[in-house]
């Protein structure tokens, strides 16, 4: 089945900064891949997410790169405030044929410092 | 607009207990369905999918089951809890034809 790698666990950086959050999957039938956001005892917030026909995906600060040769999808955010600070996750889905179940990432605890 | 609620929030209950959660959808029709577990913060697991009501797909075998007495709910349960079925419980659902999964606020379950 499916497997999804994130790295790194944890990730510090100054405000202003950005980040980077790598994901790989290791299912080349695998072609839709959402990152959600979750903050301290909140369910999951979509953020972006990529279909496999597109390489890349930006909305304001937030950019998903995808690298289907090499099976990984990356996270960036740019100008990083306090309120980016939050558990982020990758995610992957085979799609619809598999009742559309998503295969997490272990998480990455971004925290932006002021 | 759809939502979508969790209830409870949070629950405190004693090894050997029994357990009912409920996920209910708001504003959409024949929602596909999903519980998952989060243990420590991280990694969220899918324990059960549902495409329809009396179609439930069982992804962990577990002490915990779920079912779907109307479209728009879903229940999931455990005769006798463990300790270790302690968490956080998240509901999901998704249109059917659509990718995205959206997620509810989540309960709190503590066994002691």
């Known amino acids: 089945g499916e497997n999804v790698e994130q790295h790194p666990s944890t990730l510090s950086v100054q405000e202003g900064d950005s980040a980077v959050i790598k994901c790989t999957y290791s299912d080349s039938a695998s072609n839709y891949f959402p990152w959600y956001k979750q903050e301290l005892g909140k369910g999951p917030q979509l953020i972006i997410d990529?279909?496999?026909?597109?390489g890349e995906k930006k909305d304001q600060r937030i950019a998903v790169t995808l690298n289907k040769t090499a099976k990984h999808f990356s996270l960036h955010i740019t100008e990083t405030q306090p309120e980016d600070s939050a558990v982020y996750f990758c995610a992957a889905s085979i799609g619809y044929n598999q009742g559309g179940k998503l295969i997490f990432g272990q998480g990455t605890e971004l925290s932006v410092k002021p | 607009s759809q939502t979508i609620h969790q209830w409870p929030a949070t629950l405190v209950q004693p090894v050997g207990s029994p357990l009912s959660l409920e996920c209910t959808v708001e504003?959409?029709?024949?929602?596909?369905l999903y519980w998952y577990r989060q243990a420590a913060g991280r990694g969220l697991q899918l324990l059960f999918y549902?495409?329809?009501?009396?179609?439930i797909s069982s992804e962990v075998p577990q002490n915990l089951s779920a079912s779907r007495p109307q479209d728009r709910q879903f229940i999931l349960s455990s005769k006798k809890l463990l300790l270790s079925d302690s968490g956080f419980y998240l509901c999901a659902w998704r249109s059917p034809g659509r990718e995205t999964q959206y997620f509810g606020p989540g309960t709190r379950l503590l066994v002691l």
């Open positions: 549902s495409i329809g009501i009396d179609q």
């Open positions: 990529i279909r496999s026909n597109v």
């Open positions: 504003g959409t029709s024949n929602p596909n």
